[in-house]
């Protein structure tokens, strides 16, 4: 059985920024943006993994959701409680670099990690947590 990743999810609540970030801060390319009922998707991913997609959606993308359902979660995403993503890089300081001097709310810097890593970290504008990882040499 073979199995891949195929898509994630990141809720944001500003797509403009979001796409601003993450392609322009990033270096990923937005594949999609898709509107519908209301609500709008933005799929970006990295130019070297087309197999693979980062999808921007609204806090709790459900139609059906409640209102106060809309708001706890919008209050989780401001304090920065929901999930991130763990991106690979070759180079943790020229990543941690680029991303600071384009203004990311730097949440550590890189340092080496004792499972084997050298990583740094970021909140994007909604506030979702990112590291960057490099795998050290043995």
Not at 47 to 76: F, H, W
Request: contains cysteine.
């Amino acid at each position: 059985m073979d199995i891949r990743l195929s898509q994630c999810f990141i809720a944001v609540d500003d797509h403009d920024k979001a796409i601003a970030f993450y392609r322009d801060v990033l270096g990923l390319e937005v594949r999609n943006d898709v509107g519908f009922e209301g609500m709008r998707w933005v799929t970006v991913g990295a130019p070297a993994q087309p197999e693979v997609n980062i999808v921007l959606e609204p806090p709790l993308a459900d139609p059906s959701a409640s209102p106060a359902d809309r708001r706890t979660m919008a209050e989780l995403m401001a304090k920065g409680l929901l999930r991130g993503v763990i991106f690979a890089t070759d180079d943790c300081d020229a990543t941690f670099a680029r991303v600071s001097a384009a203004g990311g709310e730097v949440i550590q810097e890189p340092m080496d990690q004792p499972y084997g890593v050298r990583d740094c970290a970021f909140r994007d504008p909604a506030g979702n947590l990112l590291r960057f990882t490099q795998p050290l040499a043995r």
